[in-house]
């Protein structure tokens, strides 16, 4: 597999998504996203994202479960990105890398 050439903002996206959607960071093509020199750029995003505060999620689950929430509406991205980061948050968890990441970008 090729490295992933392109900007900094395009491995981090790659990066995220293919956690999110493969379920690991021990394939190649997450590898790739870390061969250019910004590692720790790319880190510190995923991080992020892991651990963005995602304000109106429980007025959006309340909805959701009483009447429902449209699709692609506010309250229905707001549930699917709470559902990316608690997949992401597994998913660096399982692989061994949560706690030493989180601690990278934390500085502690």
């Known amino acids: 597999m090729k490295t ?4 900094t903002s395009y491995r981090k996206s790659y990066a995220l998504q293919s956690l999110i959607k ?3 960071p021990n394939t190649r ?4 996203c870390f061969e250019m020199g910004d590692g720790d750029e790319v880190v510190r995003h995923i991080i992020a994202y892991a651990n963005a505060p995602l304000d109106g999620l429980e007025a ?3 909805k959701m479960n009483t ?3 449209g699709f692609k509406s506010p309250e229905w991205k707001l ?3 709470a559902n990316n980061q608690k997949k992401l948050i597994n998913n660096l968890k399982k692989a061994g890398t949560w706690e030493s990441w989180n601690h990278l ?4």
């Open 79 to 81: 549930l699917a990105r």
């Open 60 to 62: 959006a689950q309340e």
């Open 4 to 7: 992933i050439t392109g900007n």
């Open 22 to 24: 493969t379920h690991s």
């Open 67 to 69: 009447t429902g929430v």
């Open 29 to 32: 093509a997450f590898d790739n």
């Open 105 to 108: 970008v934390k500085g502690v």
